[in-house]
């Protein structure tokens, strides 16, 4: 049994040199303190939310979730950051973040600190606050209402496409000739790929199907 070793609290990061962002932008990868994980956070119908998008040890469970339903749930893809909502006059939002640790929400923060850090604190019954600092491992996401990134990943089991030029003739005659391999595409960030399982978090059924 592995059990689940980051949270929503206690984390912090690692770090790696990215292309400037903007400072009040907490969208993007970061990495956990102890580097067992990155948390991807993006905006979604409205909310900053933020979800498990990477392990350093694969095959983590919420084995200490009180709901029995939800001991066996993949820590991968699992929301950390909930429903979070923009403080007004300040580059702050607030919301839950839930503590795979215990099981439990907590109330929470998250504030940008430069380009490449994000605050996060949390706080029990409004007091007991305790917070830590997440380093950027992965740029930006731009806001996608409709999720424009999820929608640009190419769907496996479609038609294949239509063979064009010597293939064409080829396919006429009925001569057959083995067919050039496609080079691999890296995954973009918030797009499903080999190094990339969750792909765009607003999707995820733990965030699509939250009750606003």
């Keep these: 049994m592995r059990s689940a070793l980051y949270t929503g609290i206690i984390l912090a990061g690692g770090y790696a040199c990215l292309t400037p962002a903007l400072a009040a932008d907490p ?58 909502k923009k403080k007004p006059g300040v580059d702050q939002w607030e919301g839950q973040v839930y503590n795979a640790k215990d099981g439990q929400l907590y109330s929470a923060t998250i504030t940008p600190a430069g380009p490449d850090q994000l605050e996060i604190k949390g706080c029990v019954m409004g007091f007991l606050c305790g917070g830590e600092t997440w380093t950027r491992v992965g740029p930006p996401i731009p806001s996608s209402p409709a999720n424009a990134m999820a929608k640009g990943v190419q769907k496996s089991g ?55």
């Design 158 to 212: 479609g038609a294949a496409p239509k063979p064009q030029g010597p293939q064409a003739a080829q396919a006429t005659t009925g001569a057959t000739a083995p067919a050039p391999a496609a080079p691999k595409a890296a995954a973009k960030p918030g797009q499903k790929g080999a190094a990339d399982p969750v792909g765009d978090i607003c999707l995820l059924p733990e965030i699509a199907g939250f009750a606003h």
């Design 27 to 84: 969208t993007g990868d970061w990495r956990v303190a102890d580097g067992v994980a990155n948390i991807r956070v993006a905006q979604c119908n409205g909310s900053m939310w933020g979800a498990v998008s990477w392990e350093k040890q694969p095959g983590g469970r919420d084995e200490n979730n009180p709901d029995v339903s939800k001991k066996n749930r993949p820590t991968l893809g699992m929301a950390t950051l909930i429903d979070m």
